[in-house]
């Protein structure tokens, strides 16, 4: 089993900057990658970033260059550094684990941006 605590969302002013974080616990020595997600109303969950083991990350085209997606391992802590927010960046956020028996989620953070 595996735990993850996120922190960090909230309302902020379009142009303004947020920092999610990610707490991991549990059967962490089998976690493989970690990723955040998002899920605006009405659509679908996407994914928003996304880092290895290794720290090899991949982005989301809409928040490549604005997003940065990093991750302590002595820590078992990921994190989400969101620069230059829009209001289409507005949902609620998830972090997710990649376990050899799964992946796991987190309870959601909420991310509003006002324009």
């Known amino acids: 089993q595996v735990q993850l605590v996120e922190s960090g969302g909230g309302l902020v002013q379009a142009g303004g900057s947020l920092r999610l974080s990610c707490a991991a616990s549990?059967?962490?020595?089998?976690?493989?990658?970690m990723g955040w997600y998002r899920q605006a109303p009405g659509k679908q969950r996407e994914l928003v970033a996304g880092?290895?083991?290794?720290?090899?990350?991949n982005y989301a085209v809409s928040v490549k260059g604005r997003f940065t997606i990093s991750r302590d391992n002595a820590k078992n802590t990921v994190y989400l550094q969101m620069n230059s927010l829009k209001p289409e960046d507005t949902a609620v956020y998830y972090c997710s684990a990649d376990h050899i028996i799964g992946r796991y989620w987190g309870q959601g953070t909420q991310v509003t941006v006002s324009s």
């Open positions: 549990g059967s962490i020595f089998s976690i493989s990658a």
């Open positions: 880092i290895t083991s290794g720290g090899r990350t």
